[in-house]
């Protein structure tokens, strides 16, 4: 193919497509980025329209109907197993909350059946979480004390549950799955880290069975409010507690070894809380400095929706925990469910998950349930157990409702520092040690973000941690975006490719030709970088050229075809280019700019400015028109010459 | 050139390069974009390299020993017309502020002449300006009235100028312009636009000479203040200022004419306050409900250092006011010196301003001055009357210090009202209808991000405006990086060419084989819209295959030219796309990574994955591979039924 031959390839310099079409197509792009409905397009049928539509939106509609007796025996044995680890996991982590820990079974029963409609990850099993108990427990105590008022401190559980849950339907609607976005696994390694550090520690009260204890979760403070009573440490509470631990994490120990009895440690919570409930009971433990969990009431959840406050006096603490848990338990949950879909193949919408997230939250805050979602732990036993479609959820909860209805007052007796083994066993599994040293290893700014999490979280408070990696994510994202790189290419011997000449040394120059690759959209905040860019590649070829006696450069090609897109600023950054390189004698030139820019450098006349001619669809088309031209000015000084 | 025949070009997989190389390469493009002392590196003379350093941090060496009296001649016109400019202006502005007039004639006496050591522009001609006079006094109103404590709110204007400079000195130091690069454009525009009608509607109370007024600056409260102490407005006051205005905009109508008489609006300031002074005198005016400034003492300025306060109970007013005037301040004063010197093709140092703007402001505000910066008028009237160097703003500085000292009583009988017109006048270029109208036409985002700040400054507050704008910005700039474009590649006729599809019809597909094209850096923020993204291509791809009964897709090619960078949670989204994309049998291939690319890349093992086979150098390579390898796998297949 010898370019000089080949007819010129052309630029396509079509009409700028309308403000409208731009808007609508972006618009999509952003916020339906998976295109649900594409493939209805050219469906003629409205009724079938709409029943895909609604098998969209309600995802039972898509697998109930082909549901069959044999996958339920899968769902039927998992629903079980995860029903043994809610009952612990349920009172354990209402404890954490600082509510009455029937709340924690009350949050098992109702949630799991909303999300079994609207839900799409067939894995997850849905629960309370740790992390998001203890954040709604230090906001809400910033208000009200559970100790001194617990009714008014339930209500406004109930409140930031119920907020929480408008928070993520809100975002689902809205398809803003993109704010989810910006919390990275970074962020959330080093969250959870921390936190899981903060709850182990404050488990400390239970292991020693103290009375008093601090309100605050940072680390210090919560390490003076054990020492200061060390007049309360009890040694039996210690010796019981570290009974439970070193069996919790024996199972633990034998499912890494042999991940196929998994349900070894699955079923090791049910039987401490067992274990101890019953040894608690035959040696009246309470007697001997060994507190219990006291008198759990029979029946279901009683109705909550009256209990719902907006007192202006106390909205503030139920509203940030209700915002904060919200986007953590998105941002856990959705992670969780994606990365189990994964394994087989299949994909999750995060919005679609938010929807359902969101009206499991309402509705539980209607139904006397706190704050859901889907916990790594129970989501992980749930696939290990064989669960196949979202009915496991429905099995629990039947299983949740016997209990209620018959069991609860059984689980009375269970100690409390069997509660507090269980949740400091299933934190040491969220400290990611591995994950922050393959950060280390691979991305030094990841790293930091995760750290500033962690560090965060275990010295500050919770809030400040996770805000502080978020603004420190965010500062690198928008240090990207005003520092795209630019480079310099060079012909790769015996090809037409152009690439940069830092990367392949032995790419040649281009005789009295510059071309630059530029990257990222040019847009205000790195519009000034990009020109002081361009004339320092400028300045330092000439400053090469003198060096080599070669000849002065003449033309410089910009490869836009990197350049997603750009604003006014960068149109007029351009135009500063342009004056100061003509100042110079060099002739700008661009190379393929893609379909936004071109309309936005039509629109705004730079292209009329710099005329069509000047615009090439590749680098060999512009070197050839470059190399025509100059050789063409020099024949005419010779002319000239002659004709003198 | 056949691509069959040629040896295949091959990607160049060095180590990737240690975290110190990289981390260093980094921040000195993030910090020193503009690679000051590049030049220096082969200079083996170490006095000579100190030399060149100072020169460059300390203008003044660079140009003064080159200063001659042909140059002098220019500049002592132009200082002497923009000292004419500077009484005025002065008087005015320290009016807005609610600081003696008498500050605003000191604050053109010192901060000139430290400009003129520190500051890189030729052009720029120090003062004071209305929209940060403005926010000053918004600010400290808030703590401290000037009308019950003067001395008091005096001392926290100094304190704010000092909290400004040290603001602006950090910046410089520090090299953070960057920060400054994201109040864009049309930020600015907007936030100019809005100050400068409030600024007019404040002028009001000058105009009608009242009396009481508003502390708020948003349009309704001083609209209210105007209309309800109708009783106090006094006609004479109204009609010497209508007068004086339309002196004012006759001469600006005369400049815009005739460019060549801009003298003429240059001087009419200074002729407004003389016959203004004059009229008053000579009519005992102030008897007509015509206020005058009152008395100016003689005398240079007196130090300030001593008044500096950072006293607990108000440090938060000239805290704020400090931190957003410094920004703005900067802004504005960096986007003029820029402007002019691309008119004469020079280049102005974004960092080196901030010093110089940073020193001039902390040593004004030991001298009695307040915030200055390179306001637009002052700067374009030096300009255009022909300054040549900074020393134009040292005339001004002497023809100052000779007013200080023999003339300022005489200004003492200027009208208020006289004061006023000027400010109108002077507000009204401020308000750029074109540029908002260019920008409606050109870039929607960008015209609502100029009408943010413009109806949040004039409707809401001077700070909430400019906070509404910045964030808009930086959530568009967010999304620019939450939704990177991509594309799919076909190849144009006739060319080894790979463009996308949309953009150039003509392109064809190839069989078997999707080429897709992925923009910008991808990390967290974006990889999960990324892994949608290909995906659907995929999916888009095969519905299309399978409607035209071509072949399935075999492989796809990832385009990663235009891709700058990639963090851990990108690396992450690919891993999942390569198991996505094997469930469903099909190869990925990787086009032409950049080297920070596949640096990351090779560290976190995913080149080891897919094995450094299936990464090429471009397009065409990799489509021949594909090519090569579907033939004999077809080839293996028929061999197999063969034998069997």
Request: aromatic share 10%.
């Amino acid at each position: 193919m010898s370019p000089g031959l080949s007819p010129p390839r052309e630029v396509n310099f079509a009409t700028p497509r309308s403000f409208l079409t731009v808007f609508k197509s972006n618009l999509k792009e952003t916020f339906f980025p998976d295109d649900p409905f594409g493939h209805l397009k050219n469906e003629p049928l409205i009724s079938r329209k709409a029943k895909e539509v609604i098998r969209y939106f309600v995802p039972v509609f898509d697998w109930l109907p082909n549901y069959n007796f044999g996958l339920f025996k899968y769902d039927l044995l998992a629903g079980i197993t995860i029903a043994s680890l809610a009952i612990p996991q349920g009172i354990s982590y209402a404890k954490l909350a600082g509510i009455p820990p029937i709340i924690g079974l009350y949050s098992s029963f109702v949630p799991p059946l909303i999300y079994t409609i609207f839900g799409s990850s067939k894995h997850l099993a849905v629960g309370t979480v740790a992390a998001s108990s203890l954040i709604i427990a230090a906001s809400i105590e910033e208000k009200v004390s559970p100790l001194e008022n617990l009714t008014l401190y339930v209500s406004l559980v109930f409140t930031a549950t119920l907020i929480s849950g408008l928070v993520q339907l809100t975002l689902g609607v809205f398809r803003l799955g993109i704010l989810v976005d910006f919390l990275s696994h970074s962020t959330i390694t080093g969250f959870m880290g921390g936190t899981a550090i903060l709850i182990c520690l404050q488990q400390m009260k239970g292991m020693l069975g103290l009375k008093h204890f601090t309100t605050h979760t940072d680390c210090v403070s919560v390490l003076r409010a054990v020492f200061r009573n060390r007049n309360e440490w009890k040694w039996q509470s210690a010796v019981v507690g570290i009974i439970f631990l070193t069996f919790l994490q024996l199972t633990r120990f034998v499912k890494q070894k042999k991940p196929k009895l998994f349900w070894v440690s699955a079923i090791a919570p049910i039987i401490t809380v067992i274990v101890g409930g019953l040894f608690a009971y035959l040696a009246h433990a309470e007697k001997h400095g060994i507190d219990i969990v006291g008198h759990l009431k029979k029946g279901i959840n009683p109705p909550s929706i009256n209990r719902i406050t907006f007192d202006a006096k106390y909205i503030s603490a139920p509203l940030k925990a209700g915002v904060i848990t919200a986007m953590i338990a998105l941002a856990e949950g959705i992670a969780i469910g994606r990365s189990f879909a994964i394994m087989k193949n299949e994909q999750i919408d995060g919005n679609k998950e938010m929807v359902a997230f969101g009206l499991m939250n309402i509705v539980g805050s209607f139904t006397s349930c706190y704050l859901t979602t889907g916990p790594f732990s129970k989501t992980a036993v749930n696939f290990n157990s064989g669960c196949r479609t979202q009915m496991s959820n429905v099995v629990m909860s039947i299983c949740m409702l016997l209990t209620l209805l018959f069991l609860a007052p059984l689980f009375s007796y269970t100690p409390l520092v069997a509660l507090s083994a269980i949740i400091m066993s299933a934190m040491f599994g969220l400290v990611e040690y591995d994950k922050a040293y393959h950060l280390y290893k691979t991305d030094k700014f990841d790293f930091c973000i995760c750290m500033a999490a962690f560090f965060g979280v275990v010295f500050i408070s919770m809030d400040m941690g996770l805000m502080l990696s978020v603004v420190l994510a965010l500062i690198r994202a928008l240090l990207y975006v005003a520092r795209p790189a630019s480079c310099k290419l060079g012909k790769i011997p015996d090809s037409s490719l152009f690439r940069d000449v830092e990367q392949y040394p032995n790419a040649s120059n281009i005789q009295g030709i510059l071309a630059v690759q530029l990257g990222s959209p040019i847009y205000y905040a790195n519009s000034q970088y990009i020109r002081e860019r361009i004339m320092r590649h400028v300045k330092h070829e000439q400053s090469v050229a003198a060096l080599n006696g070669s000849g002065d450069i003449e033309y410089i090609l910009l490869d836009l075809g990197a350049v997603t897109s750009i604003d006014i600023t960068g149109v007029e950054a351009f135009l500063e280019v342009l004056r100061l390189l003509e100042s110079k004698e060099i002739k700008m030139m661009l190379v393929n700019p893609r379909i936004g820019v071109l309309e936005k450098l039509t629109i705004t006349k730079f292209i009329e400015k710099i005329g069509k001619e000047s615009v090439f669809l590749s680098i060999e088309d512009a070197i050839e028109a470059c190399r025509f031209s100059m050789k063409s000015s020099r024949g005419k000084d010779v002319a000239d010459v002659n004709v003198a």
